[in-house]
């Protein structure tokens, strides 16, 4: 069983920045694209950001030009660098991996708590 492990949440003021990691214990044909869902309050869980071993990203449009995804294939470790960080952006963040962009997630991570205030 594949497990994701994330660290980098944190509570901070609009305008700050945090970076996300997430490890995945291996690699699969279901960690070919990782990344991240995020899940506000009364909401339902959406997709961020999500990235291909090869380098293709998907990002959802409120994030574009504020959060960077990124991932070290050696290391099965994806992150996301937020900045610019709004109080939209507040809610929990899952690690995700699926086989591919189109794919739903097979695995998830425990999630990280990110906090904005105005």
């Known amino acids: 069983q594949v497990q994701l492990v994330e660290s980098g949440g944190g509570f901070l003021q609009a305008g700050g920045s945090l970076r996300l990691t997430c490890t995945a214990s291996q690699y699969t044909s279901n960690t070919n694209t990782m990344g991240w869902y995020r899940q506000a309050p009364g909401k339902q869980r959406e997709l961020v950001a999500m990235i291909t071993t090869a380098g293709r990203i998907n990002y959802v449009d409120s994030v574009k030009g504020r959060f960077t995804i990124s991932r070290d294939n050696a290391k099965n470790t994806v992150y996301l660098q937020m900045n610019s960080l709004e109080p939209e952006d507040t809610g929990v963040y899952y690690c995700?991996?699926?086989?591919?962009?189109?794919?739903?997630?097979?695995?998830w991570g425990q999630g990280t708590q990110v906090t904005v205030s105005s």
């Open positions: 995700a991996g699926a086989r591919s962009l189109l794919s739903p997630p097979r695995y």
